[in-house]
């Protein structure tokens, strides 16, 4: 079994503080830590259920966070940034049997995490079809649109509360980590929150995996919201983007390719 794992740090177990997730300050050595564990202990569910192959992408920032030392020897990572449109899921082809998303986090404006946002802090809302756009909503669909299903989610309760809402993946398993409100979070022990998430990733993966694919539309409407009218104005003239009011661009197609290349342009 071929395993691909998506792995964030704002969505693990305490991370609280934006110097928490950034490297050079104080906080993040711990923080970076907490995510190299918890990326392991989702490798050691899945190897448990049979996979003999992981390749984890180190999604944060610089991406360059993972202590590759600490994972098993059957595990390959991706750091840095190729500048693939695929971004946060970049390396995973039809050949992987699953995909599991690790410390994400929720959208952009939503309450549940200090640190909520959709790929960058200079929007108020995200919203795809209709449904808030979270990180995990965009790669989870790329990955299906490879044949890839999407199998485990850990992160903070008001990201999966909203994901099991869209009802998009089924079968997928989850780990709310923490839960927060406005700028305060209560988090689980993590020590704990690893236990749970390897359970969970065994889970995840001895499913019977052809029930798990999420179903891709088959039409996309885009629409992104800036704290600045300045930012939409200019963002909409990236080709297919319409200004539809002051703070708010909008893209309508049916090739989801296009949604993840204006991510990488517009957020």
């Not at 927060?180 to 995996?209: F, M, Y």
Request: net charge negative.
């Amino acid at each position: 079994m071929r395993v691909f794992i998506s792995a964030d740090i704002e969505g693990t177990t305490f991370t609280t503080l934006w110097d928490e997730t950034e490297r050079g300050k104080d906080l993040y050595p711990a923080a970076a830590k907490q995510m190299t564990a918890e990326v392991k202990a989702a490798c050691e569910g899945a190897i448990a259920a049979g996979a003999d192959y992981i390749l984890v992408n180190d999604a944060h920032d610089e991406a360059i966070n993972i202590d590759v030392r600490e994972l098993p020897e059957c595990v390959e990572v991706i750091r840095g940034w190729s500048g693939s449109p695929f971004s946060m899921v970049d390396g995973i082809d039809e050949s992987f049997d699953a995909v599991m998303f690790v410390g994400y986090h929720s959208a952009a404006g939503r309450k549940n995490n200090p640190l909520s946002h959709t790929h960058s802090t200079i929007t108020t809302e995200v919203r795809l079809n209709g449904m808030i756009c979270s990180e995990f909503l965009l790669y989870s669909l790329a990955s299906a649109t490879k044949g890839v299903p999407s199998v485990l989610l850990t992160g903070d309760r008001g990201l999966i509360d909203d994901t099991l809402e869209q009802n998009i993946h089924p079968n997928l398993k989850t780990v709310a980590v923490k839960d927060g409100l406005g700028g305060a979070t209560r988090c689980l022990n993590p020590i704990l929150a690893c236990k749970k998430i390897r359970a969970a990733a065994e889970e995840a993966c001895k499913q019977d995996l052809k029930d798990a694919l999420g179903k891709v539309p088959e039409h996309f409407v885009f629409e992104v919201s800036y704290k600045e009218h300045r930012d939409a104005v200019r963002k909409s003239f990236y080709p297919g983007f319409t200004l539809v009011d002051d703070h708010t661009v909008r893209m309508e197609t049916d090739d989801f390719l296009n949604v993840l290349r204006a991510v990488q342009f517009c957020l």
